[in-house]
């Protein structure tokens, strides 16, 4: 749909498909430029929709290698027993 978006603002898009470890590449930097815009965010409805941007580029790395989320839930588990939490 962002292609579209952007096509109907009057501007060029191009895209492409990309696959292995240039996936996984690109998510990780996609997932540190959807950090700094949680950063970045100046109201709650702001980080709300920065939080929810991380949340999909997250999903999308954990599919791209087959990470199921109870993995990573577990992970979390166990770190916070170890170490404790962020509240």
């Known amino acids: ?9 009057g501007e060029r898009a ?5 696959e ?3 996936l ?3 998510l990780q930097r996609k997932l540190v430029e959807e ?3 949680v ?10 929709s920065e939080i929810a941007d991380v949340e999909e580029v997250i999903r999308s790395l954990c ?3 087959n990470i199921e989320k109870k993995d990573v839930e577990e992970e979390r588990e166990k ?3 170890k170490r404790g939490g962020f509240n």
């Open 63 to 65: 599919k791209s290698l």
């Open 24 to 26: 996984v590449k690109s």
């Open 20 to 22: 292995s470890d240039a």
């Open 39 to 48: 950063l970045d965010a100046k109201s709650g409805a702001d980080i709300i």
């Open 1 to 9: 749909k962002i292609p579209e978006i952007i096509i109907s603002r």
């Open 79 to 81: 770190k916070e027993k």
């Open 14 to 18: 191009e895209t492409i498909r990309l």
């Open 35 to 37: 950090a700094l815009e």
